[in-house]
């Protein structure tokens, strides 16, 4: 199978979809993995990192959506992307389709197989979307203390 990482495109997200460690262990077992040249690089990947794990690098996200089997995401795709999806082609990221109609309708049209990470349960459980929760419950105190400031216009209180 053909793997395509390509860079994550939205605003502010810096994250890549697959780990170096990851790249080596799908290169060991035989598949091609595609990643988009600088696709790690805000979360401290470079490229040296993905080609010495066996990946691929290219050039353009065009390429990686034409030559992969599979497009590995963080983020759902955004409009620009959605012409690159095809019929046959696995798609793996988080896609929130309740809340965006028009991605919904993008999907069905390019007939692309769309795997959502927050629908995918083992047991009772959703362990793709565990980890990205407790950070958010953690976090939400700090944040709420952080806006109780009187020079954030709270009362203080």
Known sequence: MIIGIPKEIKQQENRVSLLPSAAYQLTKRGHTVLVQKSAGVG???PDSDYAAAGAEIVEAAS???RRADMIVKVKEPL?????????GQILFTYLHLAANKQLTEALMKSGVTGVAYET???GARL???EPMSEIAGRMSGGWGAA???QQNGSTGG
Do not use: K
């Open 43 to 45: 979360t401290g990947y």
């Open 63 to 65: 390429e990686i959506f």
């Open 79 to 87: 409009t620009e992307e959605w012409p690159l999806l095809r019929r």
């Open 120 to 122: 995918i349960q083992v």
């Open 127 to 129: 362990p793709l979307l």
């Open 147 to 149: 806006c109780l400031p």
